[in-house]
């Protein structure tokens, strides 16, 4: 039987058409971009095609998109470089952030380059918006917001654009880790108040070791890696090219195919929660799922001692899933979200994150699964 894949907030993946167009790339587009001559030429000419692409998706300009290795080095690059080029000395986040941004704020915190402030959140993940408008109110240093749109271990949302407004009215800068959110929900920069937000091209099933980070163009920063005059002289390194051009085309797919992915993927999240309320009794749902990232159900299950077992259970009956972060593997230390939320530890947490591929035959098998364990 084959493996049943339940973890696409961890990656996912990736299409055979990005696979044919990386491969393509690699055959012939081996030129670096940097050189002068037809190959690194024609190298430029398709960076700058899917540097236009992605621009295109987001409503950016082609000057404001630069890639990167992925969201982590995006997010640290926004949230460093706006402490170091841009005069802030006050970020407001969260206690639930990715952790690449949590330990981005603790390096500058602990350099005494930076005050972090945290705004208050509700028992479902969401956002004290009044809590945010006292922060911004204080006033004091030059501030930024840093928010992410979707968490990625409980799916609960943000709103871009109250945020935003929020940012603009008290003239903070406003940078959002939308890795897990870019290609499932548009998000457009010429009507949201963005300074910067960052992508993944594996979280859209793209490959993995790129993304992007995009830069309002009124902030002007300098480069985060030093080298040569690669990325607009934004990213010393020459071009990933392959992974580039894959996750362009994986991102362009992404928002073609936008609405009927998400139609299908949210049925068949649905469809899991309904089964798994049929089948057993005192389950919660972390995070907001009524109104939470449509990819992502986050269950904790009661505590009982064939609970704690339940993740190497399933993945032993050949099915993928998580018990939160993907960052965190290795070292089962328990997740920061739920904690911050207070949720019950004893309790055992498995994310269950869908894609298109996915089916609600898959759904049946699952919990049929689930059935024997936990029985």
């Known amino acids: 039987m084959s493996r049943i894949y339940f973890d696409n907030a961890a990656t996912t993946p990736m299409e055979p058409e990005v696979i044919e167009v990386m491969a393509e790339a690699m055959r012939e587009k081996f030129g670096n971009p940097s050189s002068i001559h037809a190959e690194g030429r024609a190298a430029r000419a398709a960076i700058e095609q899917a540097r236009k692409e992605v621009a295109h998706c987001l409503g950016a300009s082609i000057g404001e998109v630069f890639f990167t290795s992925g969201g982590t080095e995006s997010n640290n690059m926004a949230l460093k470089n706006a402490v170091r080029d841009l005069g802030v000395r006050r970020i407001i986040s969260s206690p639930i952030e990715h952790h690449c941004v949590l330990h981005s704020l603790d390096t500058l915190e602990r350099l005494g380059q930076v005050e972090v402030a945290h705004v208050r959140l509700d028992e479902k993940g969401r956002v004290d918006m009044g809590h945010l408008e006292e922060l911004l109110q204080a006033g004091g240093p030059k501030t930024m917001v840093s928010l992410m749109h979707s968490n990625n271990e409980i799916g609960t949302m943000t709103g871009l654009d109250g945020v935003g407004a929020l940012c603009r009215q008290y003239d903070a800068l406003f940078h959002s880790d939308t890795v897990q959110t870019i290609g499932y929900y548009p998000i457009d920069v010429s009507k949201n108040p963005i300074n910067f937000l960052s992508g993944a091209a594996h979280k859209f099933h793209g490959p ?109 009956a050949g099915i993928s899933a998580s018990g939160g972060s993907a960052c965190s593997s290795g070292a089962d230390a328990g997740s920061h979200v739920i904690a911050a939320l207070n949720g019950d530890p004893d309790r055992k947490t498995i994310r269950f994150s869908f894609s298109h591929h996915n089916t609600k035959e898959e759904v049946d098998i699952v919990v049929g699964k689930l059935r024997e364990i936990l029985s």
């Open 208 to 316: 993995k070791g790129v993304g992007f980070i995009y830069i309002n163009g009124d902030n002007n920063i300098k480069p985060f890696l030093d080298g040569g005059s690669q990325e607009r002289n934004m990213r010393g390194g020459t071009e990933n090219i392959y992974g580039i051009l894959g996750l362009a085309r994986a991102l362009s797919l992404a928002y073609g195919n936008m609405e009927a992915r998400r139609a299908h993927t949210q049925s068949v999240r649905d469809y899991l929660r309904h089964q798994l309320d049929a089948h057993f009794d005192g389950l919660q749902y972390n995070g907001d799922p009524d109104k939470g990232h449509y990819k992502l159900l986050s269950v904790a299950f009661p505590p009982s001692p064939k609970a704690d077992l339940l993740l190497l259970n399933l993945d032993i």
